[in-house]
């Protein structure tokens, strides 16, 4: 099992930034790939940002959702995976969350919700003026 927990949510202005946190415990793997999710009030969770890594072959492949390229940024520090937020908008006002797998697959960076079998609690993000 893997354990996540998000943290650095909060309430930012248009324009302004946050860094979202991800800690990962358990039994963690030397690959897999981690991403971010959010849920907007009365829509779907949306995939936001993936990273695919293994530190035997030294990836850190990244894929975004075309609504936040440019802005977000995701990135890993040992079992910590985070997320920078720029530019933020009052449409990225979501519940953030962090999801896990264990599985690595050099051919493809997974982006669908049922490729990630383990899932934080969230994170509010609010951009408001």
């Known amino acids: 099992q893997v354990q996540l927990v998000e943290s650095g949510g909060g309430l930012v202005q248009p324009g302004g930034s946050l860094r979202l946190s991800c800690a990962a415990s358990?039994?963690?793997?030397?690959?897999?790939?981690t991403a971010w999710f959010r849920q907007a009030p009365g829509k779907e969770r949306e995939h936001v940002a993936t990273?695919?890594?293994?530190?035997?072959?030294?990836?850190?492949t990244t894929r975004y959702a075309e609504s936040v390229k440019d802005r977000f940024t995701i990135s890993r520090e040992g079992a910590t995976f985070a997320l920078q937020m720029n530019s933020l908008k009052p449409e990225d006002t979501a519940i953030y969350y962090c999801a896990a797998t264990t599985r690595y697959d050099k051919v493809t960076v997974p982006t669908r919700r049922d490729r990630f079998n383990y899932w934080g609690q969230g994170t509010q993000v609010t951009v408001s003026s």
């Open positions: 358990g039994r963690l793997t030397s690959s897999g790939a």
């Open positions: 990273i695919r890594w293994s530190t035997a072959w030294n990836d850190g």
